[in-house]
Structures are given as C-alpha cells and as structure tokens.
C-alpha cells in the first residue's frame, strides 16, 4: 500500500475571536510520519480534526493525494483516527470493536473475521479478541484502538495524544511499536504529541506549533541542532541564550560581541553590524576548558564561575555564570574518572562554533 499524500495550505479555524489555527501551509509526503508538537492550546487538535472533517476550516485548502476534501464529509475520507479518549464501546469484544468499521463499509462477516485477525495480528494481541475493553489494561487498549484504526486499510492514520494516559515505561514501548506498525503497513501518520521526546523518537518530520502556526519544520536533527527562532530553540531540549551585538559576518558565520567576548555563530541571515541578536546552544555542547584553548575560527571560549554543581547520575549539571552575568547550563556526562566541579571555582568554558546557532 502506499499512503497518502496530504497538503494544508493557508488554512485557519477562528472561534469568535480565538484564531485557533492562523495559517498553516504543510505538505506531508507519502508513507511519512509527520508530527505536530506544540505546547497545549497552539492549535494541534483543531488542526487534525480539519484533515478529518470533524471541523470546517474558515479558509484555506486541505488536499489528500492532490484532491480538495475540504467538502468531503468524515466518512469519506477514509482516514483511521486515534485519539486519547476515543474510548472503545464498553460492551463490545474487542473483536467487535476492531470490526466496528468494517461493519460500517459493509464488508461481509467472513472477509472481517479475517481482517480482524490480522489486525489483531499486526498489533501482537492475537487472543484477546473475545475480551471485553474493561478486561484489558490501558496499553492493550490502546492497541485495540490502533488496530480498529488500521483494519479497514486506510492510507492516513491521524493520531492525537495517543499515548498521553500511559505511564512512561509503556508509553516509550507503544512509540517503538507504533513506529513498527508505520513501517510494515506504509501508511502516511500524522501524530499530534506535546511531549517533545515521543516526536524526537517517532517522527520523520516535527512541525513545531506555537499559537496556530507552524514555527518550524524539519527533521528531528533540524529541529535540535538548527533551530530557526527562540520558541523552537527553548521548547525542544534545553538551551542556552546569549544576547550580543553583531560586528562582523561572513559565510555563513557571524561573528557577536556578548559583553567584551567575541562568539562566532551559525546563521543563514546576514545580519548587519549592530544589530542585536540573541546566540543559543545546548547545555551538552558546552565544556569546561581548563587548559588554555584559544578561540578562533571554530572554537569559542568564554571565561565563568562555577554557581551550581548538581549529580544526576548519568550527568552532571552545573549552573554557570559569565563574566557579564549571563547564567548558562552545561551538562557533562559523569565519571568516576572525571573531577567534579566545586560551586565558587572560576574556570573557563569552550564550545564549537558549528553549535553556536543565531535565532
Ligand atoms: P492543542 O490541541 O494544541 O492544545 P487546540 O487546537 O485544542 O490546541 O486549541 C487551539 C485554541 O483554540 C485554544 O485556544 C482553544 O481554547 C481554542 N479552541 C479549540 N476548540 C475550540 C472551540 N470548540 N471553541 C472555542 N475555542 C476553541
Ligand atoms: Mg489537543
């Protein structure tokens, strides 16, 4: 099977006058796994519920394979849906359950009991089809749910918050499966997540939602090595920020006075001498330098004291203070061979400059 291709394309959802999406123009390709991320209340739900047809955008355009269905009713579309509480019926089996859309299309009984068992199957409860919902545990619910989602074939499988009401231990498990799923059945997915590690883990693309835009797309690696503004560079993993004053800029790289230090920084802008601009980096990129490492083209250097020294067992987190006052995080893996850092110790920190992103 090949899954579909879907475009979004201006589209917004005003409530009165809560713009509850504000412009959204995507195009998620084939047999892709896209993810919308985004904090609670950016626009995520109503989004997906547009590609669904459960909600009329007030403009814009949502294609499935190059077709307009913006007038197309739910049915119609063909699409399986997950969502955290789209409970199972209480007094079905779970085979009736997963045969539910079947029964809905008209397929004959024998074609679904064996749809069924394949789905049943491909979501490894292969005996549990005589169960009621209350006599499975939340996991295996959800399972159940995929798999109501997935056995009429659809080519687009719209989840939201699937995993939300698990704990985290089977929540990672049902990621690594959901993943497995995609995979063998080549259907396009389109996840609807708040938790930053579950789309880092599962997604081909994450576009990043922030009041009912998109702030970002791009791969996961994008996302957290080149984020293109503050809100995406704060909300996926930790970040540092370093205000400065450009003074120089070539290729690609700019080059900022952050209080008497000069830092040298990725950009694709060319931003003129004297602007103000705000520099990031991960807190696991940071080093302590103590021998002298000299700045230069590819390293940057930065002289702090040491405020806060936390163990966390597989790391280490200090809390760092420039010279200027700018507090930083750095992150070190712990060893037993590697000195801890005493509160008070004035030392020096270096980074690379191919770290150092301008947002
Ligand atoms: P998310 O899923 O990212 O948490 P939603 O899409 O549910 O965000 O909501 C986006 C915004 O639209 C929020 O401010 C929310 O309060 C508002 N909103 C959502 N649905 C409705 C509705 N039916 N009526 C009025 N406002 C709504
Ligand atoms: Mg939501």
Redesign the pocket.
Known sequence: MRGASVSLTGLEKS??R?M??AGVSLDIRSGEFLTLL??????????LMMIAGFQTPSAGDISIDGASVVAMPPYRRNIGMVFQNYALFPHLTVCENIGFPLKQRGVPKDERARLVGEALELVHLPDYGGRYPRQLSGGQQQRVAVARAIVFKPRLLLMDEPLGALDKQLRENLQLEMRRLHAELGVTCIL?T?DQDEALTMSDRIAV?ND?KVAQIGSPEDLYDRPSNRFVAGFIGQSNFLPGVVCGAENGIVVAKCEGVLVRAMTSLRPAIGTKVTLTIRPERLRFADRVVEAGPTVNRMGVIVTEAVFAGERCRYLLKADDGTSLVLKEASSAAVRRRAVGQRTAIAWSVADTILV
């Open positions: 409530y009165g809560v509850a999406v985004g904090p609670s209340g950016s626009g995520k739900t109503t989004t609807v708040h939602m009912g």
